[in-house]
């Protein structure tokens, strides 16, 4: 495969941003949303937020998100990219979505009530047991029905999307085929009709990025691909290891493997010890013991 096919591959760090995260291309982050939202929740204007959070003190652990935005209404949406495996991804979400939850509380008289908090993933692996591509996960009670409907987590797994174009039946299907297969396409398909797709690849075009902004596209592309590559390395060792041993044992020293592996291969990269840690699930101190070895 080239370096650089005719549109941006939205599953790097740049391209992700680019196509979702710049005031240019809001248009399109709204109308993703849009789709996996309840009506009442439907999205007309938002603004995009800082996305880094400290503690509530300096022993604390920061928290960055790929993109925090504040819809019209207050409601703040987490929209995040994920690439790799994370062993404790669903911890992850609930203590990334405590923090738009943390902000909303008021010095002085205040009522306690807070605004929605969505936190949406975008992953390129299988996170639950189930055949759903999407699935929204929000608090329930022992007799099924919603406790409390102002925190909802919704996990897009990519992989699970096998549709093929002649299968295409909804907008949410359409949109999904584009970001999976959006770098492998090399023309826009006849059944893109709808204005805010053909905007969708406007902005994907990798021949309308300046010579600044292909340099960065490009390095994140050699990052990601560098990470696809490690995964896949480490994945069949770990399983082979696994396998020779037959026991638990091995799997778990294949997994800690990939993931000292994918560490390695990401600080490589240039990626910074945070972000490192969160790619990985391993600990800023496991990172830096790791740096200095």
Known sequence: ??????????????????????????????????????????ITELRYARNEFSGLNEMDRKAVFDLYCIAQNGDRFIVELQQARQVFFK????????????????????NFELQSVYMIAVLDFILTDNADVVSTVQLKDQHNQVF?????????????????????????????????????????????????????FDAAEVANLSRSERSHYEESLRTYRDLENTLSYSEEKGLRRG????????????????????????????LSTAITATLTGLSEKEIRDLMND
Do not use: C
């Not at 549709?163 to 297969?181: A, C, G, P, R």
């Not at 396409?185 to 009709?193: F, H, N, S």
């Open 1 to 42: 495969m080239p370096l650089t096919t005719r549109f941006i591959d939205p599953f790097t760090d740049y391209g992700f941003k680019r196509l979702f995260g710049t005031e240019a291309n809001k248009e399109l982050l709204i109308a993703f949303l849009n789709l996996f939202l309840p009506q009442k929740h439907q």
């Open 91 to 110: 911890d992850r979400s609930v203590f990334y979505s405590s923090y738009p939850i943390q902000e909303q509380g008021q010095v002085g008289r205040w």
């Open 243 to 270: 396998m020779e041993k037959g026991m638990e044992k091995g799997m778990e020293k294949g997994q800690r493997d990939q993931q000292l592996a994918t560490a390695r291969k990401a600080l490589e990269a240039g």
């Open 148 to 200: 409390y409907d102002k925190l909802t987590y919704i996990y897009m797994e990519m992989p699970k999307f096998t549709k093929t174009e002649d299968q295409l039946e909804t907008q949410s299907d359409k949109w999904l085929y584009i970001l999976k297969y959006l770098p492998h396409l090399y023309e826009r398909p006849d059944w893109i009709q709808e204005r805010i797709l053909n905007n969708l």
